[in-house]
């Protein structure tokens, strides 16, 4: 078993990829699972990393506010700057246009902090960036839009507070009450974790996928592209800052990933919102859901492969 296991977070990136590509193909077979099913695989993901997490490493991110600090500066000034650049340098449809600003607008998903664990980074500083960037995100999200776009949104405070929670927050604490609890249990589980996390990423891909197949097949090639760049760009910044500035190679892959891998799943919830008049404001959302799943899967391998090199 534990090879097999071993087999499955090996090749993750090609699991996600068929996952993905047979989604595409046969998109009926999943669209009938709903889309919040997505949370509860996220929280119980999140549960297995807080069985792997000390209390030691919470009380490094808050008494080294100048890693937050890094990481939420690159976070809200990388990805913005980057989705006005692209819409820009391609001249992209003001709709498409509008949803790749939302995407850049929006905090970290929750989806990074497992590709983080994956390959190997400060995961401890991952999710204080994701809490962080979402309890920000209320007032940046909103004004680096209109700053960027020049339309004016409402963001439902209590409801992101309410999604960072349940997803991440309490499922985590109860991770490390478990581990505190049951140690035996906890070192046995350990073992399987990180497959497990690589199945619940490659079914999280191919139910967005589903979900949104006839939108990625109509968005045309020319916003996948743009999407594309944006991931990989923020990827590369996210990971040079962190090399400027000195920072550990943990911690360089927690804000790489951190800064590449947005929710955007609430910038497509945001676009259906509140732009109707623009209903091609979604697509960029649904594309980045895929692609950041699939580039941060082929990142995580990439970490892991060097790790082994060195």
């Given at each position: 078993?534990?090879?097999?296991?071993?087999?499955i977070?090996?090749?993750?990136?090609l699991?996600?990829?068929a996952?993905?590509l047979?989604?595409?193909?046969?998109?009926?077979?999943?669209?009938?699972?709903?889309?919040?099913?997505i949370?509860?695989?996220?929280?119980?993901i999140?549960f297995?990393?807080?069985?792997?997490?000390?209390?030691?490493d919470?009380?490094?991110?808050f008494?080294?506010p100048?890693d937050?600090?890094?990481?939420?500066?690159?976070?809200?000034?990388?990805?913005?700057?980057l989705a006005?650049?692209?819409?820009?340098?391609f001249?992209i449809?003001?709709?498409?246009?509008l949803?790749?600003?939302?995407?850049?607008?929006?905090p970290?998903?929750?989806?990074s902090?497992?590709?983080t664990?994956?390959?190997?980074?400060?995961?401890?500083?991952?999710?204080?960036?994701?809490?962080?960037?979402?309890?920000?995100?209320?007032?940046?999200t909103p004004?680096l839009?209109?700053?960027?776009?020049?339309k004016?949104?409402?963001v439902?405070?209590?409801?992101?507070?309410?999604?960072?929670l349940l997803?991440?927050?309490?499922?985590?604490?109860?991770g490390?009450?478990?581990k505190?609890?049951?140690p035996?249990?906890t070192?046995?589980?350990i073992d399987?974790?990180?497959a497990?996390?690589?199945?619940?990423?490659?079914?999280?891909?191919?139910?967005?996928?589903?979900?949104?197949?006839?939108k990625?097949?109509?968005?045309?090639?020319?916003?996948i592209?743009?999407?594309?760049?944006?991931?990989?760009?923020?990827?590369?910044?996210?990971?040079?800052?962190?090399?400027?500035?000195?920072?550990?190679?943990?911690?360089?892959?927690?804000i790489?990933?951190?800064?590449g891998?947005?929710?955007s799943?609430?910038?497509?919830?945001?676009?259906?919102?509140?732009?109707?008049a623009?209903p091609m404001?979604?697509?960029?959302?649904?594309?980045?859901s895929?692609?950041?799943?699939?580039?941060?899967a082929?990142?995580?391998?990439?970490?892991?492969?060097?790790?082994?090199q060195?």
């Open positions: 078993m534990k090879k097999l296991c071993h087999y977070s090996k090749y993750m990136a699991l996600v990829l996952g993905a047979l989604s595409l193909a046969f998109p009926q077979v999943l669209q009938p699972i709903p889309m919040k099913t949370n509860y695989m996220l929280g119980v999140m297995g990393m807080g069985l792997t997490l000390n209390l030691h919470f009380k490094i991110v008494t080294r100048k937050m600090l890094i990481g939420c500066l690159a976070q809200f000034t990388i990805m913005p700057l006005w650049a692209l819409t820009k340098i001249q449809d003001e709709a498409l246009a949803g790749v600003v939302l995407v850049g607008c929006c970290g998903g929750t989806a902090n497992v590709i664990y994956l390959a190997k980074g400060d995961v401890a500083l991952s999710v204080g960036m994701t809490g962080v960037s979402t309890l920000l995100a209320p007032l940046l004004l839009t209109w700053a960027l776009a020049g004016s949104i409402d439902d405070v209590a409801g992101m507070l309410l999604s960072i997803v991440v927050i309490i499922p985590i604490v109860s490390l009450i478990i505190s609890l049951l035996k249990f070192e046995k589980a399987y974790l990180p497990f996390s690589s199945l619940a990423i490659a079914f999280t891909v191919s139910l967005v996928i589903s979900a949104n197949a006839s990625l097949l109509t968005g045309g090639f020319l916003i592209l743009v999407v594309m760049l944006h991931n990989l760009f923020g990827l590369i910044l996210g990971y040079f800052i962190g090399k400027l500035l000195g920072l550990t190679e943990p911690k360089k892959r927690a790489s990933i951190e800064v891998m947005q929710n799943g609430l910038a497509t919830s945001l676009a259906v919102m509140h732009f109707a623009y404001a979604t697509i960029p959302g649904a594309i980045f895929v692609w950041h799943n699939i580039s941060g082929i990142v995580a391998w990439l970490y892991t492969k060097k790790d082994k060195d």
